[in-house]
């Protein structure tokens, strides 16, 4: 069994940076607290985004096929499902075709979540459940949905005359018995696994040495839900892996992913208006 998320159906028009464009999906990481897009920086072949501590956030993922698609979802190296130091095979969320959905938190029950904010990586879910070595980096593994093939036509072996004594129509592959069938299909999609642990109260002393690194919090329960469906998938392995890490501005500029000197836009000769303004007093 999979989560289906009730989602809202939207076009596809992700032209900004704001997008992590991915072949099956999109990724957007939103920021709760001011309703923005973060934007996002590319440096040495990775994606970054800034985060504000105190901040929440949500991943909004969407479905860029006319198919159904398995997403794993994963931040800080914890699957935002079960609680689980993620994997590819665990359990996610089933988008249907075209379908975008903003993911807003830990999922604690069908109905409920414990929202992500921004946070020092001591407070974070992951360094509180003594995991904090993947702290900042937010992982979508998509699968695309296993399907029946098609039968092929079966035509029979050529006779010299239609009516001759003994002769047999030919015996096509789909005849096989269910078990040798079933040894052909691709690997089963598990099931839902039981819920985490509680967390712990006290932080990891490996953590404390981290303070200026930016991780994600196990933050106030929210409403949102879900609903539970089946879905096989095309393969084990994801068909689609998309990847965003986060950290602190001033982390981000230090490190020189970000540059400390802000681009000017070009200039553009028409920006807007119709008529000459007065100037200001």
Not at 60 to 75: D, E, F, K, M, P
Not at 220 to 249: G, M
Not at 257 to 275: C, D, K, N, Q, Y
Request: aromatic share 8%; charged share 25%; glycine share 6%.
């Amino acid at each position: 069994m999979k989560i289906a998320a009730r989602a809202t159906v939207v076009a596809l028009l992700f032209a900004s940076t704001s997008a992590f464009a991915g072949t099956l999906a999109d990724i957007h990481i939103l920021n709760r607290s001011t309703g923005q897009r973060l934007p996002l920086h590319y440096h040495a072949g990775k994606t970054y985004v800034a985060g504000n501590p105190g901040d929440r956030y949500a991943v909004q993922v969407v479905n860029r096929t006319g198919a159904r698609i398995l997403t794993v979802i994963s931040v800080d190296g914890v699957n935002v499902i079960s609680g689980e130091t993620a994997s590819h095979e665990q359990t996610g969320y089933v988008f249907s075709p075209w379908e975008s959905y903003e993911i807003t938190g830990w999922r604690k029950s069908e109905n409920e979540v414990a929202a992500f904010y921004f946070t020092s990586l001591p407070d974070s879910y992951a360094a509180r459940t003594d995991r904090p070595q993947n702290v900042g980096v937010i992982g979508v593994a998509v699968f695309r949905e296993w399907k029946p093939p098609r039968r092929r036509p079966v035509m029979p072996a050529p006779r010299p005359f239609q009516n001759e004594p003994g002769a047999r129509a030919p015996m096509s592959k789909e005849n096989r018995s269910d078990s040798a069938a079933e040894s052909s299909l691709p690997f089963p999609a598990p099931s839902l696994s039981s819920p985490p642990a509680r967390e712990r109260e006290s932080i990891p002393p490996a953590a404390r040495r981290l303070h200026d690194k930016l991780g994600t919090g196990h933050g106030e329960r929210e409403r949102s839900e879900v609903t539970y469906t089946d879905f096989r998938r095309a393969s084990r392995q994801p068909n689609e892996i998309l990847t965003i890490h986060y950290d602190r501005y001033e982390n981000l500029v230090a490190r020189g992913i970000i540059s400390a000197t802000p681009r000017l836009a070009e200039p553009h000769p028409f920006p807007s208006g119709r008529f000459v303004p007065d100037p200001r007093s």
